[in-house]
């Protein structure tokens, strides 16, 4: 059964820093990952979407990194601002079709 | 409108009330997905549609979940008898395609059982 574990489930830094957010999953077989945004009372927008073929997305100050082999992804924010704030949700498309989804990691960037 | 959007906001509901939650997804959007996201965990995955065709229902936790799209756009996700564990956030979430392209998720209804 695939498992996604995302590690720090909490995140403080200053503004400015540059930091890394972890995905974890069990399963190698997967269609595609997403990295989503979760503001409170808000819905989730999605972020990057890398598919198993690729390796890494690019969007703006965000990259997403992917190994399947290893399991692993990682979002990557430069240069983080206040607005940066929210719970970073990492998803996994699985063998059937299902997004498989962990906890979250909640960031906050202190001005 | 431009995104995906559900009503009601919230909701609280007593235990043994039936509920419905409404999800307008992205228009033209053939793919639609409920989740429930308990607090401080990710989102579960409860159903799909493909078009007006339910092709997984196997996140329903139970027979009083039920879900339809009759006409391949609005979806309705009812639940009968509410209990307490009920009490979470339904998330909706709408894709142009099938699978594997971006989904697009509606603000959620959170549902309070008392």
């Known amino acids: 059964k695939q498992e996604v574990t995302q590690i720090p489930a909490a995140l403080s830094v200053p503004e400015g820093e540059n930091l890394v957010l972890n995905c974890s999953f069990t399963d190698s077989a997967i269609y595609n990952l997403q990295w989503f945004r979760q503001d409170p009372g808000k819905g989730l927008t999605s972020l990057l979407l890398?598919?198993?073929s690729q390796r890494e997305q690019t969007s703006g100050r965000l990259n997403a990194s992917l190994d399947k082999s290893s399991g692993r992804s990682t979002l990557y924010i430069a240069a983080s601002q206040p607005g940066d704030s929210a719970t970073y949700l990492c998803a996994v498309m699985d063998s059937n079709y299902q997004l498989i989804w962990g906890a979250g990691t909640k960031l906050i960037i202190k001005p | 409108g431009a995104g995906v959007s559900q009503s009601p906001r919230y909701k609280v509901a007593k235990r043994g009330q039936d509920v419905a939650l409404r999800c307008d997804p992205i228009?033209?959007?053939?793919?639609l997905f409920w989740y429930q996201q308990a607090l401080g965990q990710g989102p579960e995955f409860l159903t799909y549609?493909?078009?007006?065709?339910?092709?997984?229902k196997s996140g329903l936790p139970s027979d009083r979940f039920f879900a339809e799209r009759p006409e391949g756009s609005v979806s309705t996700l009812k639940i009968q008898r509410t209990q307490q564990e009920d009490s979470a956030v339904y998330l909706c979430?709408?894709?142009?395609?099938?699978?594997?392209?971006?989904?697009?998720f509606g603000q959620g209804t959170r549902l309070t059982v008392v």
């Open positions: 549609f493909q078009n007006e065709a339910q092709l997984d």
């Open positions: 890398i598919q198993s």
């Open positions: 979430a709408s894709s142009p395609g099938q699978f594997d392209t971006e989904a697009f």
């Open positions: 228009s033209g959007h053939v793919s």
